[in-house]
C-alpha cells in the first residue's frame, strides 16, 4: 500500500511478464503506457518515494540497472537517442509515489525539432536558443 492511498503500489507487485532484468535490488521493466517502442522504467525493490530518499547502495544499484536497460533497449530497437527522467513529488508530476527512473529511447523523426528534450516540461521556458 502506498501512504498516501489505500491502493496497492503498482511497483510493489510486478508482472513478471514485462520484466526483463532483475537483480537483489533493482528490476528494469516495460513501461505499462509506453512513449516509445522500448520504454521501461527502472525500480528498486525496497518502497521508497524520491530519489534523495535512496541509499548509496540504491543509487548504485539503479545506475546499474540503468545501464542494462540501455543495453537491453539497444538490442532490441536500436535508438537513435534517449531521454532519462524521474518525477519526482506531486508539482514533478509523480503519480507513482515509488521511485521509478524512465528510460526513453528516441528516433530519428519521432519528433520534428527534440532540442531542449526534457525542457520541454515547461514549454513556454523550454526554447532557449533562437
Request: aromatic share 8%; proline share 8%; glycine share 8%.
Amino acid at each position: 500500500m502506498t501512504a498516501s492511498t489505500s491502493k496497492p503500489c503498482p511497483f510493489c507487485t510486478l508482472d513478471p511478464s514485462r520484466i526483463l532484468a532483475e537483480d537483489e535490488l533493482t528490476v528494469v521493466y516495460c513501461d505499462g503506457f509506453p512513449v516509445s517502442l522500448g520504454h521501461t522504467v527502472i525500480i528498486p525493490r525496497r518502497h521508497f518515494a524520491t530519489l534523495f530518499e535512496a541509499t548509496e547502495a540504491d543509487q548504485v544499484a539503479l545506475l546499474r540497472a540503468l545501464a542494462q536497460a540501455k543495453d537491453l533497449v539497444e538490442k532490441l530497437h536500436q535508438p537513435d537517442g534517449y531521454n532519462i527522467g524521474i518525477n519526482q513529488g506531486q508539482a514533478g508530476g509523480q503519480t507513482v509515489p515509488h521511485l521509478h527512473i524512465h528510460l526513453i529511447p528516441r528516433y530519428q523523426g519521432d519528433k520534428q525539432d527534440p532540442r531542449g528534450g526534457v525542457r520541454w516540461v515547461l514549454p513556454e521556458k523550454a526554447k532557449y536558443w533562437s
